[in-house]
């Protein structure tokens, strides 16, 4: 029998986000911008994952713009909810989707900028 790495029991777990990537430079600038209907200014998207996100896939609606991906992050939200539950969606969601990098900085990047907007809807802690 081959024990499981560490790698692959993380990988399972979900949302934490102190497996982003995304430097905290990229993070300030996206924050301090309006938002930008182009993906690749969501930190941690490029042009790879833009194009999965933009595909048709069966029971889900293509995302193109970053106004849709924060939409996106928004209808998860589900009443009763906690944060870890919901930004776990989020994660969850993005790895069906095929983003298989960046996807901690993704979600951390779009609950900081929704709870610019939106205050109460993601604390770091």
């Known amino acids: 029998m081959f024990p499981q790495s560490t790698t692959v029991i993380r990988a399972m777990s979900g949302f934490d986000v102190n497996?982003?990537?995304?430097?905290?430079?990229?993070?300030?600038?996206?924050?301090?911008n309006k938002v930008n209907e182009d993906l690749t200014t969501v930190p941690g998207i490029g042009p790879a994952a833009a194009s999965?996100?933009?595909?048709?896939?069966?029971?889900?609606?293509?995302?193109?713009?970053?106004?849709?991906?924060?939409g996106k992050f928004l209808t998860l939200k589900s009443k009763g909810i906690s944060?870890?539950?919901h930004c776990d969606a989020m994660w969850f969601w993005l790895q069906g989707r095929k983003i298989d990098a960046f996807r901690a900085g993704i979600v951390r990047s779009v609950a900081e900028k929704c709870n610019i907007?939106?205050?109460?809807?993601?604390?770091e802690d």
């Open 19 to 32: 497996r982003s990537k995304v430097g905290a430079e990229a993070l300030a600038i996206f924050l301090a």
């Open 83 to 85: 944060q870890k539950e």
């Open 52 to 70: 999965k996100l933009a595909e048709d896939v069966e029971g889900d609606q293509s995302i193109t713009t970053t106004h849709q991906l924060i």
């Open 117 to 123: 907007m939106i205050p109460g809807v993601y604390e």
